[in-house]
């Protein structure tokens, strides 16, 4: 650097030496003036500290180097001074010498005053390092260690070899590798398969370029045994083509020519007892769903519950030299048969390519589509798609990064940004998701439209854009998608009679428990209790109250420290032990790192473990810091056996999953990565995998509880994702509406179109409106095959946490739509009330819901609603009527005939007898409900 002033040049030379601790200060003078000039000079190396409120280096909690040393505030360490006069027209060098002794982070600040005014300053943070530093980092999946090194602190004629050599307890040498420095930053890869497990020194020898050796240093390293959760990896038996577990059914092709039975059948199509009216079509069922498979489609029919979901078949297509093209599809064959998984491969031409299609439906009724398209030669084409020509249904919502974004507008779909993963379409009853995990072997622009979705006549037409702009093709094209209509599977019994409080243990009426993970664990979102006898005392205090008891547990993420400690006994709300002892927070809550007790098995497994690259989510707590997982790696053996142990060592009756779907990851060594046509990189939600994660721990409470004790698993995400919760029984979900007004829960689900990532905003206009709030059955409605446990937000604005007319509103909704409400984040006493005196005097686990837009009733005016429920096998219905207007109504409504006999009603609530009939009148409340059991004799 050369600053020139009036009268005073100064040079500051290159600062090369540094990084190895040797200081040499240096400042040149020249004095071009006619008179004599003072001059003071500086050169100040401390540690990182504060200054006025700013950090010295700009970082505090620095990485001094690959080990990730922390520095520490101190004092300085090195303080050189001169001061002097330089005469006019003379020249003179100052200079200075120091070696730092201790590598670490360091700030040099240099200055210089010329006639006692500020002429220069210059502050620099600096790393002074080691000849060498070594860090080994196990990767267990590949038997292998990644040694990573730093040569920064050696002198450039130095780096010419570094040789590794591993010594066993009696000093051994039983592992050496050596490799070529050509960089001061490098890692050498080491297979550690030849390793028995155990302790080893690790020399790391630095040899300049004739061999002479340098400089060393050493490291520790242990090799793990296998554990026993990699030994024996819990529930991978649902992985086998045969699993299929209740309430699902063995899958059938072709109706009577094909039924597995569990063993090889007969696979040919030439048995004349086939009763398939189209001899060239083959059917494939499962539990309430179809598929048909013929010449010409790639999926030629779809039903759910016997409604076509398909308004023709699945077909691909290009355009090239301004012609469309159609691809020419194949008869299907059946190469795999089996009672949980059957393959269909097709083949199909066209002028320009050849498609190979493979496609698997699995027992959920999940299809999944592995598509090659190959180009006979270098082809140019427009743009190249498969078509899915769905019935127009009422509804449809889409995720983009895994948030729901709520309804898509009658009109066409077409984002024109971001990476829209998942699609659903349906009614109230049946439907079909679409989904990927990414759009690897696309060949597309990624400003540019992916998917398409128009409405026309009979149909909805969702697009999948492979070549989204004019491209050549030179190249196969290699992509996946999937289909999954809906439901998945019918209810199981009595789930109505769930009645859940806040996270922690509620009084009667709550018979269900989600237990936070402070009271259950150390690290929340570690599979295993922090002692087993805090698991058997939170069971103890479960049966007391007869109560159901699920522990919460995050999937997808892991936190590396404890932070409640392992000898803490039981803790419920408050801060109180069952046995009624006080215990107080700093007693056993660990905040900081240094005193923490680590999760050795995340810092072992990391490379494995961690999404890439590696994610932390910071809570504001150094050791709850959450750490983000991936489901293709060994955390998913680690986390189902943790499952499998606290199913089989207690009798805890499930769990509620937050952080249940997989986040981004850019994994290049697993093929998760891509690059679009104009170049941006893009990762991938591991879907599948995580799917599979899913279906092992189903499997082991099927092994280990039975159906008789679902549910076994409440998880907490969207139900538009039905190839994940396929295997949840209940779905908690709600959070992307935040309101921040009284009442705005209403607004929103009376919208005819709502957007928002991840919080749902309603339109502006209230002429936007509905009071058949199909927003809300959209987006919360039984269409997937759970029941929707919702969890409102109204609670995350202070003045609006405290007020009960807001849980009255949402009772309005949830009841009516024959949802279960977990009063989390409202006031919970209204809703306590309710289920004294409505749900529980009633039983509403043994009953048939008829819900208001499809039970025939008649109410005036529009913003009343009327659901009701039968008990089963008697005259016994409870009707609930509500008033989503901002006004208290007086209504007139027309009974159902099931109803219109009945002369008296019971009022729930009030316990009033009142005059029934066939023209019935009621008043209700604004944003209320009101209750109303008909039982009894008949009047005639």
């Not at 084409?381 to 309804?407: C, R, S």
């Not at 990624?446 to 491209?471: C, D, M």
């Not at 019994?493 to 664990?521: A, E, H």
Request: charged residues 25%; neutral net charge.
């Amino acid at each position: 650097m050369r600053l020139d002033g009036d009268a005073l040049k100064l040079e500051t030379p290159s600062l090369d030496g540094i990084g190895r601790g040797k200081l040499t200060p240096l400042f040149r003078l020249g004095n071009d003036r006619a008179r004599a000039l003072s001059y003071d000079l500086t050169y100040l190396v401390s540690n990182v500290r504060m200054i006025e409120g700013s950090i010295g280096s700009w970082v505090l909690d620095a990485v001094s180097d690959v080990k990730q040393r922390e520095s520490v505030a101190g004092k300085s360490l090195y303080s050189w001074h001169q001061s002097g006069t330089l005469e006019a027209g003379k020249r003179k060098d100052e200079q200075g010498e120091f070696a730092l002794k201790k590598p670490s982070y360091y700030v040099l600040e240099m200055e210089a005053r010329l006639n006692d005014a500020p002429f220069f300053y210059q502050k620099i943070p600096f790393n002074c390092y080691p000849p060498i530093v070594a860090s080994l980092v196990p990767i267990p999946s590949k038997e292998a260690i990644q040694i990573q090194l730093a040569f920064y602190g050696a002198q450039s004629d130095h780096k010419g070899k570094v040789r590794i050599d591993f010594s066993d307890e009696k000093g051994q040498v039983v592992l050496a590798q050596q490799a070529e420095v050509k960089r001061d930053e490098m890692r050498v890869p080491i297979s550690m398969a030849s390793l028995a497990p155990g302790s080893y020194k690790v020399t790391v020898t630095l040899m300049d370029p004739i061999g002479k050796e340098v400089a060393n240093c050493a490291e520790t390293f242990k090799k793990w045994e296998t554990p026993d959760w990699l030994k024996d990896r819990k529930g991978i038996e649902a992985l086998d083509a045969n699993w299929v577990p209740a309430p699902w059914t063995p899958m059938q092709v072709s109706g009577d020519r094909f039924q597995v039975t569990g063993k090889e059948a007969d696979t040919s199509f030439d048995n004349p007892k086939s009763k398939t009216q189209n001899p060239n079509s083959t059917t494939v069922a499962v539990w309430g769903r179809t598929f048909d498979f013929a010449p010409g489609s790639l999926l030629a029919g779809m039903t759910s519950q016997g409604t076509p979901l398909l308004a023709a078949g699945l077909s691909a297509k290009y355009r090239a030299q301004g012609k469309e093209h159609e691809f020419l599809i194949s008869k299907p064959r059946f190469p795999l048969k089996k009672n949980g998984r059957v393959e269909v491969v097709q083949q199909a031409d066209s002028p320009d390519f050849n498609l190979a299609a493979r496609t698997q439906i699995e027992f959920d009724g999940l299809v999944r589509c592995d598509l090659t398209i190959a180009p006979k030669s270098v082809t140019t084409v427009e743009k190249l798609w498969i078509e899915i020509p769905f019935v127009n249904l009422d509804f449809a919502t889409v995720m983009g990064n895994q948030w729901q974004t709520g309804l898509i507008d009658a009109q066409d779909f077409m984002p024109q940004a971001g990476r829209w993963y998942g699609f659903w379409i349906g009614t109230d009853k049946v439907g079909c998701s679409f989904f990927i995990e990414n759009h690897k072997g696309w060949l597309i622009h990624s400003a540019k439209p992916r998917i398409t979705f128009q409405t026309g006549g009979h149909r909805r037409l969702l697009q999948i854009l492979i070549v989204n702009e004019p491209s050549e093709v030179s190249a196969p094209l290699t992509f996946t998608f999937a289909l999954h209509p809906t439901p998945v599977k019918p209810f199981f019994r009595k789930w109505r009679d769930i009645r859940v409080d806040g996270l922690g243990f509620g009084q009667p009426p709550v018979n269900t428990t989600v237990l936070q993970g402070s009271s259950m664990y150390s690290g929340e979102s570690n599979p295993s209790p922090r002692n087993w006898q805090v698991l058997q005392d939170a069971l103890a205090y479960r049966d007391k109250r007869h109560q159901r008891l699920y522990l919460y547990l995050g999937v997808f993420y892991i936190t590396p420290y404890d932070h409640v400690r392992k000898e803490t006994p039981f803790v419920i709300a408050g801060n109180t032990t069952v046995d009624g002892k006080s215990v107080k927070e700093e007693d056993v809550v660990v905040k900081l790192k240094k005193d923490a007790t680590r999760t050795e098995e995340y810092f072992y497994y990391k490379p494995d473990w961690d999404c890439t690259p590696p994610k932390v989510w910071d809570v504001g707590v150094e050791t709850e810091e959450q750490v983000v997982t991936n489901p293709s790696g060994s955390w998913t053996d680690f986390f189902a056996h943790g499952i499998a142990e606290m199913l089989a060592k207690s009798d805890v009756d499930g769990f509620y999953f937050d952080i249940p779907s997989p986040q981004l990851d850019f994994n290049e060594e697993k093929g998760l990565v891509y690059k679009t046509k104009d170049g941006v990189t893009e990762g991938t939600y591991e879907v599948f995998a995580t799917r599979d994660l899913y279906k092992r721990v189903y499997y082991l409470f099927d092994k280990l509880r039975g159906v008789g004790r679902k549910p076994y698993i409440i998880g907490h995400g969207f139900p538009s994702q039905p190839a994940i919760v396929s295997f949840w029984d209940v779905v908690g979900h709600g959070e992307e509406l935040k309101p921040t007004e009284a009442f705005a829960a209403t607004r929103v689900y009376l919208q005819k179109s709502g957007t928002g990532n991840p919080m749902v905003t309603p339109d502006a206009s209230d002429q936007n409106r509905t009071y058949d709030a199909f927003y809300y059955r959209s987006v919360y409605g039984a269409y997937e095959g759970l029941p929707v446990w919702f969890l409102p937000q109204y609670g995350y604005q202070t003045k609006l946490a405290g007020l009960p007319e807001l849980s009255r509103e949402l009772l309005s909704f949830t009841f009516l739509h024959n949802n279960l409400l977990w009063p989390c984040y409202i006031p919970q006493q209204p809703v306590f009330d309710f289920w004294n005196k409505v749900e529980i005097p009633f039983g509403m686990g043994d009953t048939t819901f008829f819900p208001y837009w499809d039970n025939g009733v008649v109410c005036r005016p529009e913003g009343i609603k009327l659901s009701y429920w039968k008990k089963e096998g008697r005259d016994d219905y409870l009707v609930g009527v509500a008033n989503w207007s901002a006004k208290p109504t007086d209504a007139t409504i027309a009974l159902p005939p099931a109803l219109a006999g009945f002369t008296q009603c019971l009022d729930m609530e009030k316990g009033e007898t009142l005059t029934a009939g066939k023209e019935w009148k009621v008043t209700v409340p604004a944003h209320d409900l009101r209750v109303f059991r008909f039982t009894g004799k008949e009047s005639h």
